[in-house]
């Protein structure tokens, strides 16, 4: 089976699918392993690297020939049209919501793809969630980001000129990349609070020593360990509860996300008017929507002298250690598919999935010429969700 690994197109991305580190292991389980040259260098691969771990580096496209197409974020439209065969199987982040002209190509490309950032949250899938290994690296880097705008200490300090109090921050979200930020906020000597809807991130909110946000809301535990989709009417009444705790901080870290979905609004424009200047918010759910009602991917805006943060491509920023970590989930995917899977000689295609297997069911978005996800469905299907 040929796994092939092209370099990531989208401007910023500067991560990598494989690391010369997991190339071995797929060698050994019988796989043929293909790199585009120069693919890892952005992130601290060379070439030279790949090929002595087992991979063959080659220039140009070398996804023409794979069974199987391994990237980081969802493979450019075009790219799909001129060199994907049906049957193909991609494995990437695809961010189904964000990236509707990409299912389409797949979908009429006759592509099996499988997002990893669809996975259940379950124990036997912890070493494929990438959601879950980016995360991290985009939790402790928005609260870097913040630390850095921020006009402000973060730590207490008491000195011979007057005592400057820590700054307040405020983490919206209590999942990975919450937890993380957390963390490293509280490293900083941030005062930290944080809300999440479900009722089970209260205690590993207070087990990092942050105060957790009690509002008087029902609980939203979703399947699969995410939060579930909220009405309009509970969304309204969270941001009216959550409004004086968004004014009373420095720093406003949001992290709300709901896989396949456009991420809910959290923090409106009247929100970032009523802080203080000199504050920062740092969304790292822009590419998906944002958190804030202001944000706006890839660009920082200054309203009424409120810093707001749009993060792109936040966990690319540290492309080392982010490359390494989803090399790891990704080659984990792949390793069940291709142990699971019905194979043969003759087989079309020539990786068949095992729908038997919650993971697989679970993160698969299309397969034979249709869309199995079915939000990402409703969304083509809708005249005004994206291309039909």
């Known amino acids: 089976m040929q796994v092939a690994v092209p370099a ?7 991560r990598v699918a494989l690391v010369p580190d997991a190339v071995p292991r797929l060698v050994q389980a019988g796989l043929v ?30 996804i023409d020939d794979a069974d199987v197409v391994l990237s980081v974020r ?38 099996t793809s499988f997002s990893l950032d669809l996975l259940p949250r379950i124990s036997r899938a912890q070493s494929m969630d990438a959601l879950s290994s980016q995360a991290l690296v ?3 880097r928005a609260v870097l980001i913040a630390a850095d705008r921020l006009p402000r200490f973060f730590p207490l300090a008491m000195t011979a000129a007057g005592t400057i ?25 941030g005062v930290v609070e944080a809300y999440d809807v479900r ?25 699969g360990g995410y939060a579930k989709v909220a009405s309009e009417e509970f969304l309204a009444r969270q941001r009216e509860l959550i409004g004086r705790h968004v004014a009373a901080a420095d720093v406003v870290i949001t992290t709300a996300a709901v896989p ?11 929100m970032v008017e009523a802080m203080r200047p000199g504050a920062v918010v740092v969304d790292l759910a822009a590419e998906t929507g944002g958190n804030c009602e202001l944000s706006v991917a890839g660009e920082e805006i200054m309203h009424g002298g409120v810093l707001v943060h749009g993060a792109r491509d ?57 869309v199995r996800h079915e939000p990402t469905a409703a969304l083509l299907a809708d005249p005004g969700g994206g291309p039909a």
């Open 138 to 140: 985009a939790g402790y």
């Open 8 to 14: 990531e197109t989208r401007p910023g991305e500067r």
């Open 314 to 370: 936040i966990a690319s920023s540290m492309p080392d250690h982010a490359s390494r970590l989803y090399a790891r989930n990704v080659s984990e995917l792949l390793l069940l598919l291709h142990g699971g899977a019905a194979h043969g000689a003759t087989a079309a295609p020539p990786l068949v999935p095992d729908f038997g297997d919650e993971v697989v069911a679970g993160c698969c978005v299309t397969y034979g010429g249709a």
């Open 33 to 62: 392993v293909t790199v585009e040259a120069g693919a890892g260098l952005a992130a601290y691969a060379s070439d030279r690297a790949y090929a002595d771990a087992g991979a063959e580096v080659r220039r140009g496209p070398v």
């Open 260 to 270: 396949g979905r456009t991420a809910p609004v959290l923090v409106t424009r009247g």
């Open 74 to 111: 969802a493979l450019d439209p075009v790219q799909v049209a001129r060199h994907v065969r049906p049957g193909t199987v991609t494995i990437s982040l695809l961010q189904p919501a964000a990236e509707l002209d990409a299912i389409v190509a797949l979908r009429d490309r006759q592509a």
């Open 199 to 223: 009722a089970a991130a209260a205690d590993e909110v207070r087990s990092l020593g942050a105060r957790f946000v009690e509002l008087e809301l029902e609980t939203q535990e979703g399947s």
């Open 165 to 189: 109090p820590p700054a307040v921050v405020l983490v919206l979200g209590a999942g990975v990349a919450g937890l993380q930020a957390i963390a490293t906020a509280r490293r900083l000597g």
